[in-house]
């Protein structure tokens, strides 16, 4: 089992551009999410999915949309990219996301600069 | 809401040495706790967590951390560190019952010298 990946691994983008990253999960898991680390912020959610067909916000949600393709993919776009998107990207799955304890696992990482 | 707080940004630490990295939060409801490590270039990956019972959690790597529900703290400890637990290391909370949503400290970065 490769759990949960991501592509690509890095990226360097110009403001204005637009790109959607990637994750997929070979665990059966219902739910999936994006986060967002920052240096000295931890990591903040972006976005998540509790099922397939239903998305959500997180925390920082604003200039990004996703996509639950499928109950394995979980994408994250950026319709036009900012320098304040820089940042490292993590994907992540449960079992679920409601009740009683579910581990969330995550990807390695999309390292996102913005010029 | 809930929040977490890591009080140390960066700890350096001889090998061998004990170390604690610090973790207080804050909930009015009842929460589960995490800690996370984040090898370099790495994703996250679950040292341990406090779901319910003992208020020492043994986890992975010889780690461990003692629930203190009156000063509201997750403190994470080891009694000797290798040079391979440079990591940066963070603490998470969520509300017990509801959603998985993962509340995250801004971690702590520990450098162990040799």
């Known amino acids: 089992n490769a759990g949960v990946t991501q592509t690509p691994k890095f990226q360097v983008l110009k403001t204005g551009q637009s790109m959607t990253l990637q994750c997929a999960q070979d665990m059966n898991h219902n739910s999936m999410y994006w986060y967002r680390q920052d240096p000295g912020m931890g990591l903040r959610l972006i976005y998540y999915s509790a099922s397939e067909g239903t998305t959500d916000k997180g925390e920082v949600p604003n200039g990004y949309n996703v996509s639950r393709l499928n109950k394995r993919e979980f994408s994250l776009r950026l319709e036009s990219a900012a320098p304040s998107q820089t940042s490292v990207y993590f994907c992540?799955?449960?079992?679920?996301?409601?009740?009683?304890?579910?581990?969330?696992?995550f990807g390695p990482g999309t390292r996102l600069t913005v010029l | 809401a809930q929040s977490v707080t890591q009080l140390d940004s960066q700890v350096p630490v001889f090998e061998e040495a004990p170390v604690e990295l610090r973790c207080n939060y804050s909930?009015?409801?009842?929460?589960?706790l995490f800690w996370y490590v984040q090898y370099p270039n790495q994703g996250l990956q679950l040292l341990l967590k406090?779901?319910?019972?003992?208020?020492l959690v043994k986890g992975i790597n010889g780690f461990e951390a003692e629930f203190n529900k009156s000063q509201t703290s997750f403190h994470l400890r080891k009694p000797s560190v290798h040079i391979s637990d440079t990591a940066e290391y963070f603490c998470?909370?969520?509300?017990?019952?509801?959603?998985?949503?993962?509340?995250f400290g801004a971690g702590t970065r520990l450098a162990v010298h040799p």
């Open positions: 406090y779901l319910s019972g003992s208020t």
């Open positions: 998470a909370v969520r509300v017990s019952g509801g959603y998985n949503k993962l509340i």
């Open positions: 992540a799955s449960s079992e679920s996301s409601l009740g009683t304890y579910n581990e969330q696992f």
């Open positions: 909930s009015s409801v009842s929460v589960y």
